[in-house]
């Protein structure tokens, strides 16, 4: 089972920031912190993720917190095209192919 | 930018038929993964694959599924009779190297539809 919460579904303002928190209380120091999203039925999209780190692309910035109990992912202008649900997933560090194990994620919805 | 491609993108089959589904990984990926995701459901895992091996499955991977890597290129899952409760959408990913440091690519899926 998937080992964070996030809330059902936000919605943001299109061209404000959308911020999506994630609670993984459980995490432990070798385990890295993913964002990934789902637009409609497509398959899942990498977004970002981090260790410990602060970490920005050009898709988004990830925020987390010192404890790493938790993170938040920001897409700094949202666009209509930004509405998907947005998955946050922690995953082991070690070597080998581990899985990501997909949880309900958050429904964002971009409105004009 | 170098993407995971699904073929076909919709497959429909009967009940108790076989079913391949391809996908062909980005061309410096090693380490794969089938995914599925049930109409309405969570993204579930079914198995990763290795040099060859499978690293890790799910128990939904069961004796009725396969997966091949046939030749370089491409990476297949089987499917050996069909149940309807195996309609879904289908997810190939891939990943450059090992570690959880390394994100998965996913491809755009195969649905398949059991009748």
């Known amino acids: 089972d998937a080992k964070t919460t996030q809330p059902p579904s936000m919605d943001c303002a299109e061209g404000r920031a959308a911020n999506l928190p994630c609670n993984h209380s459980?995490?432990?120091?070798?385990?890295?912190v993913y964002w990934y999203r789902q637009i409609h039925s497509q398959g899942p999209q990498y977004i970002i993720h981090?260790?410990?780190n602060n970490e920005t692309n050009e898709m988004a910035s990830l925020i987390i917190t010192e404890d790493r109990k938790s993170s938040t992912l920001i897409l700094p202008h949202a666009t209509l095209r930004d509405t998907a649900v947005y998955y946050c997933?922690?995953?082991?560090?070690?070597?080998?192919?581990?899985?990501?194990?997909f949880g309900k994620g958050t429904r964002l919805s971009v409105i004009a | 930018e170098p993407e995971v491609t699904q073929t076909p993108s919709h497959q429909v089959t009967q009940m108790g038929q076989e079913v391949i589904l391809r996908c062909v990984p980005i061309?410096?990926?090693?380490?794969f993964y089938w995914y599925r995701q049930i109409l309405g459901q969570k993204v579930e895992f079914l198995v990763s694959f290795y040099n060859n091996e499978i690293s890790e499955k799910s128990e939904i991977f069961d004796d009725q599924f396969s997966v091949e890597r046939p030749d370089g290129s491409n990476f297949t899952l089987k499917i050996r009779s069909t149940k309807l409760e195996d309609s879904a959408m289908y997810f190939c990913?891939?990943?450059?190297?090992?570690?959880?440091?390394?994100?998965?690519?996913f491809g755009n899926g195969t649905r398949l539809t059991v009748t």
């Open positions: 997933i922690v995953r082991v560090a070690l070597s080998g192919n581990t899985p990501l194990v």
């Open positions: 981090g260790l410990k």
């Open positions: 061309s410096n990926h090693l380490y």
């Open positions: 459980t995490i432990s120091g070798n385990e890295y």
């Open positions: 990913a891939s990943s450059e190297r090992p570690g959880g440091g390394a994100p998965l690519h």
